[in-house]
T-cell receptor, first 116, second 115 residues
Framework: GDSVTQMEGPVTLSEEAFLTINCTYT??????LFWYVQYPGEGLQLLLK?????DKGSNKGFEATYRKETTSFHLEKGSVQVSDSAVYFC???????????????FGKGTLLTVNP | NAGVTQTPKFRILKIGQSMTLQCTQD?????MYWYRQDPGMGLKLIYY???????DKGEVPNGYNVSRSTTEDFPLRLELAAPSQTSVYFC??????????????FGEGSRLTVL
């Protein structure tokens, strides 16, 4: 079945540091890939997405490129801020898995803490 | 602009008690979902609905029930609460085709503790 594997956290960085959070996936069909962010005490929000190979999703300075050859969708940001402290979830939606296409499969989440 | 509203935000239950988590959305979305979030385990789908009167099981439905009598409401019922149901519960919704674009809208969550 479908699965998403994220790098283990927590990740602690200083402000203005470069961020990478690794995400790899397994899917039987042609998945769309997403990054969600969960700020403290809130629900998840869609951060960015990519729907086909080589697409790059971007939002709020974050980027991720859909790499089919390595089945990866790593999240990057060139200069993090304290306000980026949150839990980040990689997720996929596989339209052609043969099963339900009504759900997202989430990774376990990576806690990012950015210190001033 | 309310979006997805969940109540209650916090609840403590005793083993064997029952309760209902309420979820309402005002975006006229067809699809609604209940997820649970356990520490270090990501989100697991409990139940989902593709429209009023239609519900189906997700990955972890045991111990839960749902109903969808209106487009707006999707309550989650816990019968005979057990410690294993201690978790944070999230309701979410999306428009038709939303799952394929990943654009789910989440509520703020309901933290449930079963003692």
């Amino acid at each position: 079945g479908d699965s998403v594997t994220q790098m283990e956290g927590p990740v602690t960085l200083s402000e203005e540091a470069f961020l990478t959070i690794n995400c790899t996936y397994t899917a039987t069909g042609y998945p769309s890939l997403f990054w969600y962010v969960q700020y403290p005490g809130e629900g998840l929000q869609l951060l960015l997405k990519a729907t086909k190979a080589d697409d790059k999703g971007s939002n709020k300075g974050f980027e991720a490129t859909y790499r089919k050859e390595t089945t990866s969708f790593h999240l990057e940001k060139g200069s993090v801020q304290v306000s980026d402290s949150a839990v980040y979830f990689c997720a996929l939606s596989d339209q052609n898995s043969g099963g339900s296409n009504y759900k997202l499969t989430f990774g376990k989440g990576t806690l990012l803490t950015v210190n001033p | 602009n309310a979006g997805v509203t969940q109540t209650p935000k916090f609840r403590i239950l005793k083993i064997g008690q029952s309760m209902t988590l309420q979820c309402t959305q005002d975006m006229n979305h067809n699809y609604m979902y209940w997820y649970r979030q356990d520490p270090g385990m990501g989100l697991k789908l409990i139940y989902y609905s593709v429209g009023a009167g239609i519900t189906d099981k997700g990955e972890v439905p045991n111990g839960y029930n749902v109903s969808r009598s209106t487009t707006e409401d999707f309550p989650l019922r816990l019968e005979l609460a057990a410690p294993s149901q201690t978790s944070v519960y999230f309701c979410a919704s999306s428009y038709r085709g939303g799952p394929n674009t990943g654009e789910l809208f989440f509520g703020e969550g309901s933290r449930l503790t079963v003692l």
